[in-house]
């Protein structure tokens, strides 16, 4: 008969905590990818009634040289269609063929970058923004760099996605 040796007690103790690790993992990972995603018509409802948590009107940026709304563009389903950002200067005027630049991310989940927007000037400060997609509940930043007349400014719009 065998017997167990400290070594012995210690490679089985280390295998059980790899396979119990394995495991723990495999849970994780399939939890994190089933995570619920938000439906666009129920996000433009959201935002509609009023129910999104979110600071999307009139924020100012960070220097008070401008002042910034996002809404959606809706379809006739509801669905949303894209986004539209508004610039402003502080006196509520449309700024003069400003330029933007776009990023959206997770501050509960900084390894979890959002998509790479894209922002087209159609006229009087408003831009339509293309790839902004909320596909995971969270709260969500949506940062915009704004330039305009060598004055360059940033805010963030937040969302809270249930």
């Known amino acids: 008969m065998r017997r167990l040796t400290l070594t012995m007690i210690a490679m089985k103790c280390w295998r ?88 959206s991310w997770m501050p509960d989940a900084p390894s979890l970058l959002g998509d790479q927007p894209k922002a087209f000037y159609l006229a009087d400060g408003a831009f339509r923004v293309d790839g902004l997609r909320f596909d995971r509940a969270g709260w969500w930043n949506v940062s915009v760099t704004i330039s305009n007349v060598g004055v360059t400014d940033s805010l963030a719009f937040n969302l809270i996605v249930p």
Not at 60 to 85: K, M
């Open 16 to 103: 059980l905590r790899s396979l119990t690790l394995a495991v723990i993992l495999v849970a994780t990972s399939a939890a994190w990818l089933t995570v619920r995603r938000p439906e666009s018509a129920a996000l433009a409802q959201m935002i509609r009634t009023g129910k999104l948590v979110a600071q999307v009107n009139n924020v100012p940026s960070h220097n008070r040289h401008y002042r910034a709304s996002l809404r959606p563009e809706l379809t006739a389903a509801g669905q949303i269609a894209d986004w539209r950002v508004l610039i402003e200067t502080p006196d509520g005027k449309a700024a003069a063929r400003p330029t933007i630049v776009i990023h």
